[in-house]
């Protein structure tokens, strides 16, 4: 296959531009102060006048600030609490095969009605991967990908092994999340 | 008269230890120099600090299990890593040709937005260490635009898990396309601030030009590929030479050196940062449309619908998770350009829905058994321009 | 019998009086305002070229006073560390090597004015510590002591990479004070005089500041001089990224703080000499010392004196800002020079080129007269 290589623009030897230092060293030094000067107009501006000047300060200010998250983001694991206030999970244990690090365990059981759920559910936060392979996997859209990044370290491991009642949230609170995976991973479109 | 005395002089050379935990050696290396002065008479290399044991973890699980530890491979350009093991998987499945042409047009962006990611950081984490702190800084910000674009696609700006054998997790998110022309107008103000700040500077040029150079010859003997290969004046892209994904259908050139010293290297990857941004442009001008996974339920798991819908897909799903994608015996090895220079995976399957073997060839482990020969003889503030260009990332490189 | 005229004066009360005062300024100034305020300006101003924030989290019941706090914090956290020798290091050496290094840096400030003359009540005050006749030598001689501070630093270590730095800071220092030397040679040519209040005087006239008369000359001092203060570019010997901290890798506590003020007050005594030998000291463009106290004429004979030198002080202590402010922008835009190049420009560009200027001075100055 023919291919365009173009040889980089480079001269041999240095030219007399360049063997003087100063004034490459000039151009360089005014580059950034026109970074320091746009960036002291832009922050004064914005504290004299309480709100964020067009954004030249490229910094985040956490956590009072918080980075806006796309709909797309991998946070914690959570499982879906129903609207009758059960579980979702039928305890299938897909998520349980499909996680990469196994840091999913579940012992189902059976209630009188036939229908399956989880007598534990335990998810090793320290050891996941945060990598939504479970979310993919669970059929019945029992186990999603919040958008919750905080607050996810303690000071011991033996507390991030969450059980059950630790990572299950109401539905409404996930709508987003359920409403984005079915418009763009499971929609039959994609296939 | 001062020869005689010095002959007399009981001397030995001065050993010192770069050792793993330095300022420059990122990636965790150790260097054991011995040194005449400030003059490199031998340098040892020693790599392996970060070995995780990737193969092995491999073959534990199933073939799609893989692809997260596959992102830990080359953390700067993680996307990469995944598409070359899916088209290695896909070629031992035999489904290449059967690919949907916007998941092939995907992989192709994402790789690039990949390429750039890994550009600006190699490049500005040299700027670091030879003194530019300001020149960094601009490049990390350019990183930052280009990582926010990978998170809006597929939720993670390094961890990416994008790519899955026969297709992509998820479509690309709405308003994509005017994102990333917003994102690479920003980029492109970065680049020539960047540029004017450093190429034509004498101190920089001064450090970078005539230094760690390599011929050609020894360069094709050491193993280079990428960027460093390109810098000694071979024509060699894998991109051009094997081309994979939608690499024949865009115009992009390759920028190719011919002294082989840092300065070359370091124009490479200026430049090919460039060509990236185009690369991505084109792509992104003709995006096709329709679906993105292949339409084999075997291969990559059926959709929701059909799945709570059919028994069959409901079956297929269940297999797929549990026992994995069943890929029949055989080996196959597919090259891809990755950003240090060839990335490659060597699948063995015996047809079950483990790997049996999944080895990588990482790129800059041909390029750091040759540190020690580029540096003999130089200064010790040379090692930092040559291992700053060769880019070695542990993870790749140890594994 | 004897001559004593160099003697103070009779009056020897407003004369310790003045010294004392001017020793207290200057000492508060640097020790006291300068040395932490730089810090919070380096932070603060890498921190806007590189399009973010800086430090301004540590605060005082709620006010962060946009990270002025910090500087007080630093001075803590510094005090209160441990304060640790390596093993096999030479005690006394490691003990003694900072001290060497900041006092020539708080000294050299003697010689330099910061102000003209003034009649303050019968008493002529002389806005400079000590108005030597050596004037800039001075300086020179007392920045070549503190060389002996950083090269015994890395000597005393115990410690392979603080051994390289302090050498590269020996030949380093060395190589640009030759250089810086003869780059003011000129400057003396041209006023005749090596004493900075004679120069000083001399910069009433717009036209006769050292810029003009001396353009090449203040090219060539300023990169001398920062060589010898050690910052980037020439930041070599304590090359962050190749030498983890060079000289002072061993050293944590009160004495990192010492070696910390050493580099930036000799910054500010760079600008300071830059500013009094090339931007006309404390004078102000087109203004003259009479024309000012006339300006003040209705504040007193006294009150006049002393406005016009409080005017004097702040445009000199405001042009220094503006040169400590360049001084940090070069320090933060540009990449860090190899070794062996740094001696090649100090020896094999910079000195020759010194030589040539005075060489063109001097012709030019024959042609002149």
Known sequence: ?191 | MMKDNRMDLHTEPFVLNMGPSHPATHGTVRFLLKMDGERILHCETEIGYLHRGFEKHCENGTWTQVFPYTDRLNYNSAIQNNVAYALAAEKLLGITGKMPERCTAIRTIMCELARLADHYTGLGASMLELGALTAFLYFVEARELVWDLIESVCGARLTSNYVRIGGLSTDLPEGFAAHTKQVFATNRVFWTEFDKLLTKNRIFLDRMRDTGALSREDSIAFGFTGPLLRAAGVEYDVRKAHPYLMYDQVDFDVPVGFAGDNFDRYLVRMEEINQSIRIVEQVLAKLPSGPINVDDPAVRNPSKEAVKSRMESMIFHFKNTIEGIQIPAGEVYVPTEGSNGEVGFYLVSVGGGKPWKCRVRPPCFALTQAVGEMVKGGFLSDIIPTFDMVNLIGGECDR | MFDYTYLPEPSLVPYLIEMMAKIMFIFTMNVGVFAPVLGWVERKQSALMQDRIGANRADVFGFTLFGLVHIATDALKLLVKEDFIPRGADRTLHYLAPFIALVPALIAFAVIPFGGQYDLWGHKANMVIADLDVGILYVFAVASLATYGSVIAGWASNNNWSLLGGIRVGAQMLSYEVAMGLTLVGVFMVYGSLRLTDIGVAQENFFHWGIFLQPVGFILFITCALAENKRTPFDVPEAESELVAGYFTEYSGLKFAMFWMAEFLEMVTISAVLVALFFGGWQIPFVTHAGLAGFFGFLGPNGAQVATMLVHVGVFWMKVLVWIFILMLIRWSLPRFRYDQLMNLGWKIILPLALANILVTGAIMLLVK
């Open chain 1, 1 to 191: 296959m023919a291919g365009i290589y173009r040889k980089v623009n480079r001269p041999v030897t240095m030219t007399l531009w360049e063997r003087l230092y100063v004034m490459e060293v000039v151009r360089g030094v005014l580059i950034t102060a026109r970074h320091f000067f746009r960036n002291l107009v832009g922050v004064t501006i914005a504290y004299v006048t309480g709100k964020p000047s067009e954004r030249r300060i490229m910094t985040i200010y956490y956590p009072e600030e918080l980075p806006p998250v796309p709909e797309a983001y991998r946070g914690r694991p959570v499982l879906v609490r129903g609207a009758d206030g059960k579980e979702k999970c039928v305890a299938c244990g897909l998520c349980e095969v499909a996680c990469p690090p196994k840091c999913i365990s579940i012992v189902g059981a059976m209630r009188e009605d036939g229908t399956r759920y989880p007598d534990t559910y335990t998810l090793n936060g320290a050891v996941c991967i945060f990598c939504g392979l479970c979310e993919e996997a669970c059929p019945e859209e029992a186990i999603v990908m919040s958008y919750d990044y905080q607050n996810l370290c303690e000071y011991d491991r033996s507390l991030m092994r969450y059980d059950k009642e630790a990572l299950l949230i109401p539905e409404e609170k996930l709508a987003k999340r359920l409403e984005y995976i079915r418009r763009r991973m499971y929609n039959k479109c994609n296939y």
